[in-house]
């Protein structure tokens, strides 16, 4: 089959329409381990937040050139602001990925960007000209209230069956609603909800489905018209955050089970691994800074575990005399080898070695800032795991302040994208350094074959220093998809 070669503006390089797609037979790849031997990646799409500064300014798509041989060499090469403001632009999927795989006529062309603010939901156009992305569809909120009483808007995941999922926290009221929102993937309009009528879990955050053994399994934060003011230590213990993993059966869309994972754990980012034939999972529980494992057991049924305690610290001068971790993403390499985990208040990256998912393995460490550095107003008392305050993050010169949030793998695994944007409110609470100085993105270098995490001291991106003022960057995706929005089924 002869391939299209075209010129990448800006970068002097030819890069194949297969390539540029990381597509052979429809969108995405046969197998993650296919998707592992794809090429590197040369651009990514991140969502700049400039909601809650005062800058009366829209969040905005920013796309990133990350190839090392292009002169424009981690900067930003294009942005795309949206036409409202103060949307929270969250995190993104596609209108078809690797669920697609096989089906010609589908292509993996438009970003869906649903919104935690507004509930608005953003249709980019990332075909045209992938280094420009421009905008295709505005879905108004008042449609997605009308047609599914739903909002607070969080995860995007295309679906093999064409259409488009997305996750809400809560209705147009406030009030906690776990329920999901369906798009046709063709037209992008509002089809109503996923779930079956009444059938929406008490809260509701992130979700992962697996077709091969009939689940999908979602998360839990809280109540929305609570955290929309920042975290308030005196919720704690009134039911307003959430402690369970909710198991869908994926075929009737009906909720069969909760799993208790411990009073204000709040279950934030859930990843199956990749293999669509594995029945096991990770998530990460954000206030109990944790992970635990999900699987099915031999009855059939699913149950969970916990296997990673990020210990508290004991400080003064800070919010509460305890210091949780606070993680809030993790992520899985393709191979299904490694977990990721970052905690945004202890300020640190970790590596963990999965495989055994019952055992997982610490293989790396890295800090990224955080709230207990030296020189801080935070001193820790008491550390499990540390014999002193780690330094200031500093490099090229740039002072960082915040803590690691989002995460996203290079698809061999060799390189970890971090940005450290969570949401206005608690971005705001925790770190108004980050919210007056601008975000950054930092590339680490990952050891394969032994476990290992470096800073790449040759790689940043200052949001700090972008035309419409300090920007937070959140989420990041790959024009070809990546470990995060691609599901195999």
Known sequence: MSIYRELVKGSGQEI?????????????YATPLDAMKGPRERIIYVPCVLTGTGLQAPDYLATVDVDPQ??????????????????????SGWNACSSCFGDTTKKRNRLIFPCLGSSRIYVVDTGTDQRAPRLYKVIEPREVFQKCDLAYLHTSHCL???????????????????????????????KGTWERPSQAAPKGYD???????????STEWGVPKFFVNGFNPADIGKGIYGRALNVWDWTTHCLVKSIDLGADSVPFEIRFLHNPNAAHGMVCCALQSSIHHFFKTEDGCWTAEKVIQV??????????????????DILISLDDRFLYMSNFIHGDVRQYDITNPHCPRLVGQVFLGGSITKGGVVTVLED????????????????????????????????????NNL?????????????????????????????????????????????????????MRYPGGDCTSDIWV
């Not at 470096?454 to 220093?465: H, I, R, S």
């Open 160 to 190: 093999g069956s064409g259409e488009v999922m997305i996750s809400a926290i809560g209705d147009p009221r406030g009030n906690a609603k776990g329920g999901f929102v369906l798009l046709d993937a063709e037209t992008f309009e509002v």
């Open 70 to 91: 292009s002169p424009c060499y981690s900067q930003v090469i294009h942005r795309l602001p949206m036409p409202y403001i103060d949307d929270e632009l969250h995190h």
């Open 423 to 475: 949401y206005t409110p608690w971005d705001k609470q925790f770190y108004p350094d980050l919210v007056r100085e601008g975000s950054v993105m930092i590339q680490i270098n990952v050891d394969t074959e032994q476990g290992g995490l470096c800073v790449n001291e040759d790689f940043l991106v200052d949001f700090g220093k972008e035309p419409y003022g300090p920007a937070r960057a959140h989420e």
């Open 311 to 328: 210990p508290d610290k004991k400080v003064s001068g800070w919010l509460l005399p305890e210091m949780p971790a606070l993680s809030t």
């Open 207 to 217: 979700f992962w489905y697996q077709p091969r053994h009939n689940v999908m399994i």
């Open 16 to 28: 194949s329409r297969k390539e540029q797609c990381g597509c052979g037979t429809g969108p995405g």
């Open 384 to 419: 499990q795991e540390l014999n002193c305050q780690p330094d200031p993050f500093v490099i090229q010169g740039r002072r960082v302040f915040g803590g690691p949030q989002m995460l996203q793998l290079s698809l061999d695994g060799k390189r970890l994208y971090v940005t």
